[in-house]
């Protein structure tokens, strides 16, 4: 079985827990639309609320490209909270991992992601942010095809 997220565009749901440094655990919920164009380039928009919590909103602007290989990726992201970030991503056979690292940051902040495929419209999310050498905050989610691709 292939890979569905992002390699494939489509809509997908997020809903799980978000743990950070001495704040209560708080749901997340979120949307994400992954889209392609013809020479392998990506865009994905992810937006992350927190029902009942005080934390912020997240907006993640992701623009990538796939090697030629179709195995590991590089990207660029806006976040509304980190600034501008830089990552890759690699994709195995049941997973996708990918880390990132925040561009002039003071606090040398960097993350990390893996998507664990389930089924084809379902994978498990596990994420978390550093700053410098401590953990900042972690994820876990499950992410759901909300369509067949668009």
Known sequence: MAHSFLIEPGRW??????LAREVAPAPVK???LVAWNRDHWFTMVTKLTFPGSELADQVLQHRGRVTSQ?????????HNLLG???GEGWIAPDSIVQ?????????QRTGFETLY?????QYHLSS?????YYLVSTME??????DHPV
Do not use: C, P
Request: aromatic share 10%; proline share 0%; glycine share 8%.
């Open 13 to 18: 749901t997020l809903q799980g827990n978000w």
């Open 30 to 32: 979120g949307k994400i």
């Open 70 to 78: 179709e195995r590991q990726y590089t990207f660029m992201m806006q």
């Open 84 to 86: 501008t970030v830089e």
């Open 99 to 107: 880390r990132y690292w925040v561009l002039s940051d003071r606090q």
């Open 117 to 121: 495929r389930l089924t084809a419209d």
């Open 128 to 132: 978390g942010v550093m700053a410098g």
């Open 141 to 146: 989610a499950v992410l759901a095809r909300h």
